[in-house]
């Protein structure tokens, strides 16, 4: 009898740590977060797209910022690199999977160059959820991001760029600003 009492009692302290770590699970966290070239059909010049793949958990969410930093290196050297920004707000991000997106245009490409290190800040409200960082081949400073000059705005969401119609099905609804 003593033994069944301790494996009982063994497996309700199982249960309520399992119960805890879930507890402690943020809601909404990016899963994923990837620096890729794309095309668009008809056309040879590449874009540089920044997709951010969340899971929320939850129900519904609304007022999810993703504010996206990129450091950009033209040629190769380190003497000729810009931070480059720009954001998104999503509302009626629906449960499980989605994606944010955000675009380095062509010229912006042949202006500041193709990214070597990337964030990208998760916000809810005035509240930061979390932080992904993303780097290429060769790894920047720490502190790239307030090294460098930079250029607000570089970074295009996908209403500002002709993939709207192509990502429009990713996740909640962009409000633009």
């Known amino acids: 009898m003593k033994a069944f ?21 943020p809601p909404i966290q990016i899963e994923s977060f990837q620096v890729e070239r794309a095309t668009l059909p008809g056309t040879q010049r590449p874009w540089t797209k920044l997709t951010c793949t969340i899971n929320n958990r939850g129900t519904w969410a609304d007022g999810l910022s993703f504010n996206y930093t990129v450091l950009a290196e033209l040629g190769g050297s380190a003497k000729s690199r810009n931070v480059l920004t720009g954001g998104a707000t999503y ?16 010229n912006a490409v042949a202006r500041f ?17 979390q932080t992904f960082n993303w780097t290429g081949k060769s790894s920047p400073e720490a502190d790239w991001a307030s090294k460098y000059p930079t250029q607000n705005g570089a970074l295009l969401n996908v209403r500002a760029t002709p993939w709207s119609l192509l990502d429009s099905e990713r996740g909640g609804d962009l409000i633009v600003n």
């Open 5 to 25: 009492l301790c494996s009982l009692l063994a497996t309700a302290c199982t249960a309520l740590s399992i119960a805890a770590s879930l507890a402690q699970t």
């Open 113 to 129: 160059g193709e990214p070597v290190a990337a964030s990208v800040q998760l916000d809810r409200g005035e509240r930061t959820i």
């Open 91 to 106: 509302i009626n991000v629906p449960s499980g999977k989605s994606q944010a997106v955000m675009y380095l245009s062509p």
